[in-house]
């Protein structure tokens, strides 16, 4: 009998160890429970399909409702989506006619914002949650980017390569300014040794050229529509264009304007001016085609971006100018952000003996306000 005490001592120490364990761990559970500094979701919301979900609502626009969770981190659900919301925590909200609701608590039902006092309000009156002051027609929202890439390399050949782009809007409820400018430049200096030993430097210029572009846009009733005007200047000493400048009215549609979606289609009229340095000076009317857009994903980690600038030349189509940018944005520290960005630019109307196709891949760090 006394030979199996070792073994039995053994499984009782084991099963302490097992209740020691589970006593703790059920302890630590329930002190997280009761930890007043744990912030328990002030929202529930039941889906059309009755799925449920616990978060806290941070932001309701353009028909969708921003929610935090514990587990999927943000997440956007449309509004006609849900059949019921319940959310303990004050917010304010901005209707499509311009009134402000102070809110104590927020409730959706069956696609109305439970009013007391009055009667409900439909979802698809609902402009805005937390209204910034530009947002309720106070003033502008000033917002941009500037970025740079450069190249240092040295060797045989000495090259410096400089990439400079900026980027700004101020925006109102009433309209919007946008500033894009570009500027290229880069430097070789060639070294070579003579018969005799010596160094031969010289310096040569292989980019010269940059874009100034202004937009103005007057949003219409609804304003997802707009109408605005743009003016254009560009030079490039290697493409022989002295100045180039092209100005015309617009018809504007924000075709997706959600947070983690955006994009812009313009069309309209441009008068387009060529001054060359050396070949005869050209001018035309064309069509201007205009896509601007980016999309997010990964939580915001991650954005794609587009802009596309078209002139069809309506007396020659070979003479049209298109120019592509595509780009992944990732943010750094700080609102520092980096991107790797393609760009092709089609010069159909280039003087005679240019090239009139120009293509880049680029690695931009900037910052963003």
Not at 138 to 167: K, M, W
Request: charged share 20%; net charge negative.
């Amino acid at each position: 009998m006394r030979c199996c005490q070792p073994t039995v001592r053994i499984h009782l120490l084991l099963l302490a160890g097992l209740y020691s364990s589970f006593v703790s761990g059920v302890a630590f559970a329930l002190s997280d429970q009761l930890n007043p500094e744990v912030q328990l979701p002030t929202a529930r919301i039941v889906l059309l399909d009755d799925s449920i979900i616990f978060g806290d609502v941070t932001d309701i626009s353009e028909g969708t409702v921003h929610v935090s969770t514990l587990w999927m981190g943000e997440i956007m659900i449309p509004l006609a989506a849900i059949s019921t919301l319940e959310s303990e925590k004050e917010i304010e909200l901005l209707t499509t006619d311009d009134r402000r609701l102070s809110l104590s608590q927020l409730q959706l039902v069956e696609g109305e914002v439970v009013l007391e006092g009055e009667n409900n309000l439909s979802v698809q009156k609902l402009s805005v949650s937390n209204p910034e002051a530009w947002e309720a027609g106070q003033g502008y929202h000033l917002t941009g980017r500037a970025s740079t890439a450069f190249v240092y390399n040295r060797g045989n050949t000495d090259t410096d390569e400089i990439n400079a782009d900026l980027e700004m809007t101020l925006e109102s409820r009433r309209d919007r300014f946008t500033l894009r400018g570009d500027l290229e430049d880069t430097s070789s200096n060639i070294s070579t040794i003579t018969e005799n030993g010596d160094t031969l430097r010289s310096n040569q210029t292989t980019a010269d050229n940059w874009q100034l572009t202004g937009k103005y846009d007057y949003y219409l009733a609804d304003p997802r529509n707009y109408l605005g005007v743009n003016l254009g200047l560009t030079a490039d000493q290697f493409a022989d264009v002295g100045q180039r400048y092209f100005v015309g009215p617009y018809y504007g549609r924000k075709l997706f304007t959600r947070d983690d979606l955006k994009l812009d289609a313009e069309l309209g009229i441009s008068y387009v001016d060529t001054d060359f340095i050396v070949a005869e000076d050209s001018d035309y009317f064309g069509a201007n085609i205009n896509f601007t857009g980016e999309t997010s994903f990964l939580d915001g980690t991650l954005t794609l971006y587009l802009r596309q600038v078209s002139i069809v030349n309506l007396s020659s189509m070979s003479k049209s100018i298109f120019r592509t940018t595509v780009g992944l944005r990732f943010p750094l520290l700080l609102g520092f952000e980096a991107a790797a960005e393609m760009s092709s630019d089609y010069d159909g109307g280039a003087a005679e003996g240019k090239n009139n196709h120009d293509e880049a891949l680029k690695l931009r760090v900037g910052y963003q306000w």
